[in-house]
T-cell receptor, first 117, second 114 residues
Framework: AQKITQTQPGMFVQEKEAVTLDCTYDTSDQSYGLFWYKQPSSGEMIFLIYQGSYDEQNATEGRYSLNFQKARKSANLVISASQLGDSAMYFCAMREGRVRSQGNLIFGKGTKLSVKP | NAGVTQTPKFRVLKTGQSMTLLCAQDMNHEYMYWYRQDPGMGLRLIHYSVGEGTTAKGEVPDGYNVSRLKKQNFLLGLESAAPSQTSVYFC?????????????FGPGTRLLVL
């Protein structure tokens, strides 16, 4: 079974609108971390946001927020006020194990977001 | 502050040749990582380090070796390159702060093994 599932291979959003990228995860650990990354067509990998399993508040970073629903094992990324520069591939990832452990990051297959002007 | 840099940016090797990829960070981070990314996929962890002088295996360590002799540098070695090692290699470093973990990535190294 896949540990990280991103069900949207591709998505379109109108500029200035908000968009939600889905991510569900599967783990039996109580302690884990969830990550989102952006990879533009230029190829670099950009870390966006982190959510710890024990964090009660949803993580936010500028226009990015992580909608963390622990019971549903869901960690959706919300991008507010989309910009043309947001067009990229977005990856969700999980690291199992205790906080500050440096175990393996498991990645989803990604969602390609295209922002329309 | 250059962040995370990688050398070289692109390399072509013949099967059986060896090479070393260099990753350097100037942010005094303890944690450093080497990942590979194959077409249409996310990253897979090769090796990582939690501090100077320490390294550990990740998900796909076979065929690679690493060293962390200095805190700012993390070297990835291929002793005998194989076509299956054709990939894009990313180095990253991270730290833990009030908001949890924050990661920084290098620009990547494209490696083609013929």
């Amino acid at each position: 079974a896949q540990k990280i599932t991103q069900t949207q291979p591709g998505m379109f959003v109108q500029e200035k609108e908000a968009v939600t990228l889905d991510c569900t995860y599967d783990t039996s650990d109580q302690s884990y971390g969830l990550f989102w990354y952006k990879q533009p067509s230029s190829g670099e990998m950009i870390f966006l946001i982190y959510q710890g399993s024990y964090d009660e508040q949803n993580a936010t970073e500028g226009r990015y927020s992580l909608n963390f629903q622990k019971a549903r094992k869901s960690a959706n990324l919300v991008i507010s006020a989309s910009q043309l520069g947001d067009s990229a591939m977005y990856f969700c990832a999980m690291r199992e194990g205790r906080v500050r452990s440096q175990g393996n990051l498991i990645f989803g297959k990604g969602t390609k977001l295209s922002v329309k002007p | 502050n250059a962040g995370v840099t990688q050398t070289p940016k692109f390399r072509v090797l013949k099967t059986g040749q060896s090479m070393t990829l260099l990753c350097a960070q100037d942010m005094n981070h303890e944690y450093m990582y080497w990942y590979r990314q194959d077409p249409g996929m996310g990253l897979r962890l090769i090796h990582y380090s939690v501090g100077e002088g320490t390294t550990a295996k990740g998900e796909v360590p076979d065929g690679y070796n690493v060293s962390r002799l200095k805190k700012q540098n993390f070297l990835l070695g291929l002793e005998s390159a194989a076509p299956s090692q054709t990939s894009v290699y990313f180095c990253a470093s991270s730290y833990w702060g009030a908001a949890g973990e924050t990661q920084y990535f290098g620009p990547g190294t494209r490696l083609l093994v013929l």
